[in-house]
């Protein structure tokens, strides 16, 4: 199962579990809205927060593309705050799991 595909499944049963498990020792985050970095601990208690609120959403998941080395994925996501942004993900693999993030987001106004 490629790194995308577990990484969807773990969205899709809103599993915070299987979503770090995904991510490396070593991962970064980098987030677009401030630029600053998050390490994996700071990664997994965004993720538990994230998916144990029924007000945030990801829809229309895809994969753009990934090899050994990359993912690139695209989502639309729903927050707490009631804003939505369409996200782009590239993340760098490493041993099969994400090592790095970066993201750029636009938001959408429904």
């Known amino acids: 199962m490629s790194t995308y595909q577990k990484w969807s ?3 899709d049963k809103r599993d915070a579990d299987a979503l770090i498990a995904c991510l490396h020792d ?3 985050f980098v987030r677009h809205q401030s630029g600053t970095s998050m390490n994996k601990d700071q990664m997994a208690e965004m993720l538990r927060g994230f998916m144990s609120s029924d007000s945030v959403v990801v829809r229309e998941q895809r994969c753009l593309y990934e090899n050994e080395d990359i993912m690139v994925e695209h989502s639309v996501m729903d927050f707490a705050d009631g804003s939505t942004e369409s996200i782009i993900g590239f993340n760098r693999l490493k041993d099969g799991l994400i090592v790095h993030t970066e993201t750029g987001a636009t938001a959408i106004n429904k």
Do not use: E, K, M, Q
């Open 26 to 28: 070593d991962y970064t």
């Open 9 to 11: 499944a773990g969205i």
